[in-house]
């Protein structure tokens, strides 16, 4: 049997699967969780231990068609302005929960496009952050960049702000995949606002692309990377497109007919992930791309990747903050999400209360689960050593697990009893193995495919 052939009997071109990058996954968050516990598992947090804060712009100038992001387009600066005159407003909320000394290894500008901030309210939003939780020495700050939606001003007010490392969005630069999501923007472009951030002395830069795109084929796609190489990211991720219109409406603009197959898409990763390698990339789990030098391959090497809400990442903070509508905070308590809709985030803040509208308490089960999962997703193996050094018997359900994903997966990875193994062969199938450790039951119509 050729591993095609393996791979689509064990379900891979048929099952949709959690992209864990959190346990419990969000769809298990309920209203049940809300401002109080998250008062309460701020106040709870370590002072001494680094956080991390993530703040979130939900607004575009353009509304890309792909996108299943919490965003909304906007044609004017006033509700951008209004929009952060509210999170100073969250700010000085979480002044009240948040312990004396505190201090933060990591600030991420996310979205939507952070680069829609007037460059004044660039300048407000990062003082006052900082002065909640300053920034260790040599921490990242790192903003999401959308080379059509950024001028000179609002790059040089990100980096007189401190940014150090640049996200840059491209998905795919063939003309014709461009037209059909809905976002056009050049080659020329995107080496302009590289080139303009290096000038400037931001040298550490990452680089999206998406297959499974419509009309996407592997001339596309190739020619895409040949071009991107020569851009020199020091990471690179390669996300699988998740076409899910029932719950993202601007993708019913995408035509469903130019979707490649779950055959093509498969080519088109592996196809991808080979080059990028044999361009001297490092594969990091099962999406990411970087260079040898750089802190996420020196993380796996040593044993220190991690996954959350922004992917892969070489954080070492436990506790994550997120500020603004939809972010979501992870604290050792459990996850928290402010509410998703604009205005009624506004509303919450305006009325002088936190914006969490639902999350989930984390359970000892959970947090066994969670990192045996983590390990599976960063590390392609799980050490039940590992867990029952930290958990003690807590974490004897999952022998059983790992002996059902063996059976289950026995030609793709190997048990002795302590370690089980995802095998190179069966990588592919990692969120699917990682799957056989989630508690919660899993509706597949609420995620995307397993490739």
């Known amino acids: 049997m050729t591993q095609l052939h393996a791979l ?40 001494a231990d680094p956080v991390s804060l993530y703040i979130h712009i939900p ?8 996108c299943a992001c919490r965003t909304q387009g906007v044609r004017s600066l006033g509700p951008v302005r209004a929009y952060v005159d509210v999170l100073l407003q969250e700010i000085a909320l979480l002044r009240r929960y948040l312990p004396e000394g505190l201090r933060a290894n990591r600030l991420h500008f996310g ?3 952070p680069t829609i901030l007037p460059p004044d309210e660039i300048g407000r939003l990062v003082d006052a952050l900082t002065t909640l939780v300053p920034l260790n020495d040599g921490a990242e700050f790192s903003v999401e960049i959308d080379p059509s939606a950024i001028d000179t001003a609002r790059m040089d007010a990100f980096v007189a702000a401190g940014m150090n490392r640049a996200s840059i969005g491209v998905q795919d630069f063939a003309p014709q995949v ?9 080659f020329e472009i995107t080496l302009k606002t590289i080139s303009a951030l290096r000038e400037r002395g931001v040298n550490s830069i990452n680089i999206d692309l998406v297959y499974g795109l419509p009309y996407q084929d592997w001339a596309a796609l190739g020619a895409t990377l040949d071009q991107t190489l020569t851009l020199a990211p020091d990471r690179l991720a390669l996300f699988g497109y998740a076409h899910v219109p029932w719950m993202a409406k601007r993708q019913k603009m995408i035509p469903e007919a130019a979707l490649p197959g779950a055959h093509e898409r498969f080519e088109l990763a592996q196809n991808a992930a080979a080059m990028l390698v044999a361009s001297g990339l490092n594969a990091i789990g099962i999406d990411h791309f970087a260079t040898p030098s750089d802190a996420l391959s020196r993380a796996q090497a040593n044993g220190r990747l991690r996954r959350n809400f922004q992917g892969y990442t070489d954080d070492s903070a436990a506790s994550l903050v997120g500020i603004g509508a939809s972010s979501i905070s992870q604290l050792p308590g459990g996850y928290v999400q402010n509410a998703p809709v604009t205005a009624q985030y506004n509303a919450a803040i305006a009325g002088g209360n936190l914006a969490a509208a639902r999350g989930v308490a984390l359970g000892l089960d959970d947090q066994v689960r969670a990192l045996a999962i983590e390990m599976l997703m960063c590390d392609f193996k799980l050490e039940l050593s590992r867990l029952e050094a ?9 022998l ?4 059902a994903a063996a059976r289950r997966f026995n030609t793709f990875c190997t048990f002795d009893g ?8 069966g990588r592919p ?3 699917m193995i990682a799957q056989m450790f989630d508690a919660y039951a899993v509706d597949q119509s609420r995620h995307s495919s397993a490739i």
């Open 8 to 47: 689509k009997s064990a379900g891979l071109f048929e099952v949709n699967a959690p992209r864990y990058t959190s346990y419990p996954t969000a769809t298990q968050f309920a209203s049940n969780i809300g401002a109080q516990d998250y008062a309460r598992w701020l106040a709870g947090l370590p002072p």
């Open 59 to 66: 607004f575009c100038e353009r509304l890309c068609w792909y």
């Open 111 to 113: 979205g939507g496009s």
């Open 178 to 186: 461009q037209q059909a999501i809905g976002r056009l923007q050049s």
């Open 390 to 398: 930290r958990f003690g018997a807590f974490m004897l359900p999952l």
């Open 400 to 403: 059983k697990n790992a002996q």
């Open 418 to 425: 302590q370690t089980l193994i995802i095998l190179p062969e």
């Open 429 to 431: 199938l990692t969120r």
